[in-house]
């Protein structure tokens, strides 16, 4: 495939989602001189599962495959044993070989909702790390200083609250910084927390006699809540999860991270984001109508236009109409009263809920009803004929008497 040289189209790529490139002169004159260049992204699978913060990363390398670059994805499965903390406030576990294969396994298969996957090149860094020895170690550690390493954000602030900062952490840029080396990249990608890692991938390749990669940061994605993404804080949108799980998440985005996700997230025109954040701004437009555009563009990328068409149709129906959808799954249980804990075993089993914790919580919220009418936490549940159980607003289960 040829490089494409379009001028606009190198502009969007190194504007969209990105807020800083390291050294954009010298990027955009080797991408417009038809040079095939070694597109680097680096993921340690020391978790199975994608969000769509990690997608907006994979979009972008894949921005540069449109245009005919080569795409080098590494998976770190030597640096995972470490796990990179640029964007934790706590160390990570050490994992195991078996996790470790476990999970590089499930990210190839994310990625490759986005990325042609057959046409990336795609390297495990224990190819390399696994042979460094005492001279490789001394040599990159010598590059940079310990106050360097200490001065880092989230180390400062976790010396600062006496938490423990593995020495073992330190080692991590200089791992990743030298995967550059190996893979002879001309660009690396990672969000802004990324940044301190990815200048040592230059200066390692200066002190290899290489010519030094550009950078691209990219702007992280909030969860669905306004606040950084995190599991336990229940606000990300995974790659994996089903279509009408994606589509109504994004319906609870705050207004004002529609255009950031429509950049970030979605191929949506850059002048169609560029109109959404004016109206928002100028509050013209209704934002449930942006966010349904969001939505849907959002699935489309990730499961299709027809999975994405489907998920639109459920949630007005489910949602906006608040009818019961077709197709919902159904459970045999007995007539007469249960108690709440043996009701919420059944919602369990049916993955309606995750937890016990999680059903009391929606209970408490009256976030759970049986043919309309919410339980309540502290009575038993009463079950006299077939009905229907909905859990939030877009989670059915039809309850048929055996």
Known sequence: MAVNTDENKI??????????VIDQ??????????????????????????????GSTIKKLREFQDLGHQIVLIIGDGTARIGDTSDKVTGRETLSTEEISE?????????????????VEVRYNNEWIDKFDTGMWIGLASLFTLQQMIERENYAERIKNG????????????????????????????????????LAGRKIQKHFA???????????LAGTDGRKMSKSWDNVIMVNEVPEEKYGKIMRIPDQLIPVYMESATDIPIDRVN???????????????????????LVELYDGKEAAEKAQAHFEK???????????????????????????????KANLIKSKSEGMRLVREGAVSIDGSSIN???KVSISKNAVVKVGKRRFLKLIIN
């Open 11 to 20: 502009k969007e790529v190194l504007t969209r989602g990105v807020v800083e």
């Open 25 to 54: 002169n010298h990027l955009e004159k080797r991408m417009l001189s038809g040079e095939k260049l070694r597109i680097k992204l680096g993921i340690d699978p020391t978790n199975p599962d994608l969000h769509v913060g990690h």
């Open 103 to 119: 999970n590089k396994e499930k990210y190839l298969n994310q990625v490759s909702k986005i990325l042609n996957i057959d046409d």
């Open 163 to 198: 938490d423990p900062v593995g020495l073992q952490e330190a080692l991590y840029p200089l791992m990743q910084g030298y995967d550059s080396v190996e893979i002879k990249a001309d660009v690396e990608i990672g969000g802004t927390d990324q940044l301190f890692n990815l």
């Open 210 to 220: 290489q010519e030094q990669q550009d950078v691209l940061t990219l702007q992280l």
């Open 275 to 297: 109109e959404v954040a004016s109206a928002l701004e100028n509050e013209e437009g209704n934002p449930i109508d942006f966010k349904k555009e969001l939505a849907l563009a």
């Open 318 to 348: 489910t949602v906006q109409g608040n009818e019961v959808p077709a197709e919902v799954p159904s459970v045999e249980v007995g007539a007469g009263e249960m108690e709440l804990k043996e009701f919420l075993a059944i919602l369990i």
């Open 377 to 379: 936490e502290t009575g």
